[in-house]
Nanobody
C-alpha cells in the first residue's frame, strides 16, 4: 500500500493550496482517510478526517472554515483544500488511511501513511 502526497509549497499568508493524496495497493473506498501535520519540534497532530464515502468530515477548530477535506474514490485520491493560510499552518502535512470506515483523530487508528508534503506560509 502506498500513499503519495503532493501539493505543498511556499505561499504568503492569506493564500491557498490544495494537497492531494493518491492511494494505491488497497481498496481505497473501504477506508476513512485523514490529514495530519507536524511542525518542527512538535507532535504530529490531526487536522481533518473524512469517512470512506465522503458523507462526513471532521476538522480541528483552528482550521474550521478555512480547510476542506474531500475525496474522489474513482481516482483513489483524498484532497485538502486550504484557504486563508496563516504562518501557524506551516508544517509537513501527511495523509493517512484508517483501519476502518470512519473518522478518527488518533494516529493509532491509521495504518498507512504518505511521505509528507511541506507547506510553508510566510507572513
Amino acid at each position: 500500500v502506498q500513499l503519495q502526497a503532493s501539493g505543498g509549497g511556499l505561499v504568503q499568508a492569506g493564500g491557498s493550496l490544495r494537497l492531494s493524496c493518491l492511494a494505491s495497493g488497497r481498496t481505497f473506498t473501504n477506508y476513512g482517510a485523514g490529514w495530519f501535520r507536524q511542525a518542527p519540534g512538535t507532535d504530529r497532530e490531526f487536522v481533518a478526517g473524512i469517512r470512506l464515502d465522503g458523507s462526513r468530515a471532521y476538522y480541528i477548530d483552528s482550521v474550521k472554515g478555512r480547510f476542506t477535506i474531500s475525496r474522489d474514490n474513482a481516482k483513489n485520491t483524498v484532497y485538502l483544500q486550504m484557504n486563508n493560510l496563516q504562518p501557524e499552518d506551516t508544517a509537513v502535512y501527511f495523509c493517512a488511511t484508517t483501519k476502518g470506515p470512519g473518522i478518527s483523530r488518533e494516529k493509532s487508528d491509521y495504518d498507512y501513511w504518505g511521505q509528507g508534503t511541506l507547506v510553508t506560509v510566510s507572513s
